[in-house]
């Protein structure tokens, strides 16, 4: 039974590029929630998706937005990038509707920007 | 506002001894909370859940205690072994109209003494 997986593990970019991080989900989930973790801190939420659509975001600006695929894979965008967006990027996959809130991470992808 | 903390960032124990470390959290909607363990490197992992209309629960050589009276939550170790170094997260659920969303701690070092 695979677990979340993600990619890149690590990625470097410079101020102002783009990014895409890729995030499937525990086999048998539907709902991909993303993260950003920055050195030290817990886990921030950014968004969740659930039947291909945003079903809540936290508090980050409009640069983060993401996409949910048919087979439940998620993307997470981020457009220009600022040197404080360098975290750990976490996704975590869960079952949507009740009792299934339990959720489960993936290892992350490692973003540095110079 | 909606908070998680926790008392102490780092805790130090003796290998075979018994660990707690101790959550806060403000938000009295929340209904259910996460332990999670986070090793170097590496995503969050499930340690155990608790619902809100529970009070305790238990696991493999972990506990988990809920005192919603005092907002406080703590999990407790037992037979603490050198593997169970890492940081400790609590994250609490708010039921949201949409989805779920969770809320992170800063989290709680574990070092196990040999």
């Known amino acids: 039974d695979a677990g979340v997986t993600q990619s890149p593990t690590h990625l470097i970019k410079t101020r102002g590029q783009q990014v895409t991080l890729r995030c499937s989900p525990k086999?048998?989930?539907?709902?991909v929630s993303w993260y950003q973790q920055a050195l030290g801190q817990g886990p921030q939420f950014i968004f969740q998706y659930y039947e291909e659509e945003e079903r809540q975001r936290g508090n980050f600006p409009d640069r983060f937005s993401g996409h949910q695929f048919p087979n439940y894979s998620s993307e997470l965008n981020v457009n220009a990038l600022l040197l404080g967006d360098s975290a750990l990027y976490l996704c975590a996959s869960s079952l949507g509707g009740t009792g299934g809130e339990t959720q489960y991470f993936g290892p992350g992808t490692r973003l540095l920007v110079l | 506002g909606e908070s998680v903390g926790l008392h102490l960032p780092t805790l130090s124990v003796q290998e075979g001894d018994n660990s707690i470390i101790n959550c806060a959290y403000s938000n009295s909607a929340s209904d259910y909370f996460i332990w999670y363990k986070q090793e170097s490197g590496k995503g969050p992992q499930f340690i155990i859940d608790i619902r809100s209309n529970m009070d305790k629960r238990q696991g493999q050589r972990v506990t988990v205690l809920l005192n919603k009276t005092v907002k406080h939550l703590s999990l407790q170790i037992a037979a603490t072994q050198p593997g169970d170094s890492a940081v400790y997260f609590c994250?609490?659920?708010?039921?949201?109209?949409?989805?779920?969303?969770?809320?992170f701690g800063t989290g709680t070092s574990l070092t196990v003494i040999p």
């Open positions: 086999s048998g989930h539907d709902t």
């Open positions: 994250a609490e659920k708010k039921p949201k109209a949409t989805g779920n969303q969770f809320y």
